[in-house]
């Protein structure tokens, strides 16, 4: 293998895929160097394409446009522009503007790209299937497998790029209609099969990419499984009639397919690099696999003009690309999860409904929607309910009796500071100074109804007399210094997971002495080998945990707290009830989710009966495991109607923390896709916790309906004043987020240090 020459001088490259990517690719490595040996082997014609329109952004034109003003100039010329999106449900048409789309059709971009290699004295070899990779990879310095979703490059090294391929739910097909829309398009069709999507966009004067889409069940129901690419167009257009003003579809071997996403390892193996589609996809509901594939033949070009030699190239493209492919990936993916769940959005107000599918990426969000159309996010703050001047996060939102002054809540946090389970002055100090930065509302960290109910030595609890009074002086502070504010507790046990150090001297390892006996409901440690086995609870073990819980229950009340949170989630002991992973029991709180469910229930009960009436409740759950067998999406919209039809008055929602093996999808507002689909499905209100960080992210989630209430963690220890801050950011200065009568001086950010110099007034001359 040639991979460890030098890259500058000459250069022999062959090219696996005659896509806008290998084309691109092959194009730039030729302009940058004349002297390199380029081949592109396809094995289609050159007039063959597949799809229609491609979208490319102003990002992906503005690096063309630096890196080969040839193709841009051309591209330039064949693009229609357009700004608008329609959104068609349920008859009514909402249209937001400002938001700059341009597109072309995919055999005009080729036929650019095979005139742009020629010119430059690229090899372009059609009807013809490449080499084996290993003999390209011996005779040539450089191959670029740009060979699709079905690489076979990728395939050949399976073992070194380690790809990882999810096939979805949905069923969709590319067609085109003759005419040109002037919007992009979204329109929802409900059959008696189920909920069908159309994504639509011009890409010339007088054609459009039609993309019909829907859930395998739907697509089995409507018997698009049992006709052929002609009658799928028929049926299509018969559906959206309306849309198309009566006008047929049709394909270009067109076939209904399921979308794959691909996600590898390593990009590259030795002299082998994979690009496009080959290395990575996202769904198209997001934007384009070519302008994807085309910013990496940018940066691949890049990297090894400017690498000295071809291994640092390719390890500095895969460090540059991953990144931003990762982010798009995810923005995908809670796109593409959003159409799969489309249903369960249908019956939300009109314009709360556009606003959910504009933002359903949360790469578009409130305060950029702002910017782009701000009549139609008027229109969407005044159906949420929002006064004038007044941001969504600081409209009220009532629990029973309970009304909180806005929708930000301080998460449950532990901090591992007490003294046998006693709150002291770190705690009130703690939660009465995130009290006075604003939140709607304050959680404790979990509170444990037992001693060995605890995680740590320096878990709080609610076991004693001392405790309750302990607390009732936090609730005092509270009450008294930050009127409006209210304060709630989180009960807990922690199963399985307790008996363990402070988190800074060990997360999650077992005490080195004075370790207290673990119960769980089956005996299955933590941690194999690390974490002792759990003694699995029996009737009298039930009997006596829910009276603890009853217990804590009746001293929170009198401790003054505002709201009572139980804790089903993160794998403590309720939660390891719940998941099939943590409960292996064969008894009735075994086997099925309704036996699961039960004691979780049976604990619920006993506490609601005994915490006031008009005092709210709520449920922490993981709406999922992370981890292959556990809790599903599914089974957490179960579990959520079941607490909810118990008296639940919302459902925190969080994920994981249940199995160490979990393999969690982390990224920004991560979580709050099940939040959503609880809200949505269950009809329940829904708390939404998990990496949301900025107020233009909390705004975003309540307007579009994915969430009442937004728990924040960390933001809240980077910045006790958060809520504040946000306030003021926004110049809202109204009810919903009151600063303290001391600290008003405080709400205009202090003046910081001139950097405007003043400019001189005179030049002399140095004689």
């Known amino acids: 293998m040639a991979g460890a020459i030098a890259v500058s001088g000459a250069l022999r490259v062959a090219v696996i895929g005659g896509g806008p990517g290998g084309l691109y690719a092959a194009a730039l490595l030729k302009r940058l160097d004349p002297e390199r040996d380029i081949t592109v082997w396809e094995r289609n014609a050159p007039d063959d394409t597949f799809g229609f329109g491609v979208v490319l952004s102003d990002e992906t034109l503005g690096g063309i446009e630096h890196a080969d003003p040839a193709v841009y100039r051309a591209l330039q010329a064949e693009f229609v522009r357009w700004d608008d999106i329609d959104i068609v449900h349920r008859g009514r048409t909402l249209t937001s503007g400002g938001h700059g789309f341009a597109a072309l059709g995919r055999r005009r971009l080729l036929e650019i790209l095979h005139e742009r290699c020629e010119g430059l004295g690229v090899r372009l070899r059609f009807r013809t299937e490449a080499p084996p990779v290993a003999e390209l990879a011996a005779t040539h310095d450089l191959v670029i497998a740009a060979d699709g979703v079905h690489s076979a490059t990728r395939d050949a090294h399976g073992d070194v790029f380690a790809p990882r391929i999810t096939t979805h739910r949905c069923r969709y097909i590319w067609l085109a209609a003759d005419f040109a829309f002037d919007s992009f398009r979204f329109e929802i069709a409900e059959t008696e099969h189920g909920v069908i999507q159309l994504h639509g966009y011009p890409y010339s004067k007088d054609a459009s990419t039609v993309i019909v889409e829907m859930r395998e069940e739907v697509w089995r129901a409507a018997g698009f499984d049992q006709v052929d690419e002609a009658e799928s167009a028929v049926r299509c257009a018969k559906i959206f009639a309306d849309a198309l003003d009566g006008r047929p579809l049709r394909g270009n071997s067109s076939a209904w397919t399921a979308f794959r996403t691909v996600v590898n390892d390593r990009w590259s193996h030795g002299n082998t690099v994979l690009l496009g589609d080959a290395a990575h996809t996202a769904h198209f509901s997001i934007g384009s696999g070519t302008k994807l594939a085309v910013e990496d033949a940018l940066a691949l070009a890049a990297c090894i003009e400017e690498q000295p030699g071809l291994p640092a190239a390719l390890a500095a493209y895969e460090s540059e690309r991953r990144p931003v492919v990762e982010s798009t990936q995810r923005a995908a993916g809670a796109s593409l999860r959003w159409f799969e769940e489309l249903a369960t959005h249908l019956d939300q107000p009109p314009h709360q409904f556009a606003f959910n599918l504009l933002t359903r990426s949360r790469r578009v969000t409130h305060d950029n929607l702002r910017l782009r159309d701000a009549a139609f996010t008027g229109a969407v703050e005044k159906g949420f309910g929002c006064p004038p001047g007044t941001p969504p996060m600081f409209t009220p939102f009532r629990l029973r009796s309970l009304t909180l002054r806005n929708r930000v809540v301080v998460s449950p946090m532990d901090m591992y500071v007490a003294k046998d389970g006693l709150p002291g002055d770190f705690h009130l100090v703690h939660l009465g100074a995130r009290a006075l930065g604003g939140a709607g509302l304050v ?154 469910l039960r004691f979780p229930l049976e604990v619920f009960d006993e506490m609601r009966a005994v915490w006031p009436d008009d005092r709210p409740m709520t449920v922490r759950i993981s709406a999922t495991d992370w981890a292959d067998g556990g809790t599903t999406a599914d089974d957490a919209v179960v579990i959520a109607r079941a607490f909810a039809a118990h008296g639940a008055d919302a459902i925190d929602v969080s994920t994981g923390q249940v199995v160490p093996d979990e393999q969690p999808e982390y990224g920004r507002s991560y979580q709050t896709p099940y939040a959503d689909r609880i809200r949505n499905e269950v009809n329940v209100p829904v708390i939404a916790v998990g990496a949301i960080s900025s107020w233009d992210d909390v705004n975003s989630l309540l307007l579009a309906g994915r969430a009442d209430l937004c728990a924040l963690a960390r933001p809240h220890l980077h910045d006790p004043h958060w809520t504040l801050h946000a306030a003021a950011d926004q110049d809202y200065t109204g009810p919903g987020a009151p600063w303290p009568l001391p600290y008003r001086a405080g709400s205009r950010k202090p003046p910081t240090g001139r950097t405007d110099a003043p400019k001189p007034r005179l030049t002399l001359d140095a004689r």
């Open 443 to 596: 959680m404790t960290e979990m509170v444990c109804v037992s001693p060995e109910g605890r995680i740590t030595p320096g878990c709080t609890g609610l076991y004693t007399s001392e405790q309750r009074d302990a607390w009732r002086r936090v609730t005092d502070f509270v009450h008294l210094s930050s009127p409006g504010t209210a304060i709630g507790v989180q009960l807990g046990h922690s199963g399985r997971k307790g008996s363990t150090k402070l988190m800074w001297e060990g997360i999650d390892q077992p005490l080195d002495q004075d370790n207290w006996p673990l119960s769980a409901a089956s005996p299955l440690p933590y941690r194999p080998g690390v974490n002792q086995i759990p003694h699995a609870l029996e009737r009298t073990g039930l009997t006596e945990i829910r009276e603890q819980f009853a217990a804590a229950t009746r001293r929170a009340a009198h401790s003054g707290f505002d709201l009572l949170e139980l804790h089903c989630a993160h794998g403590y002991l309720l939660s390891g009830f719940l998941s099939p992973l943590t409960n292996h029991r064969t008894d009735t709180y075994g086997g099925s989710l309704e036996n699961r």
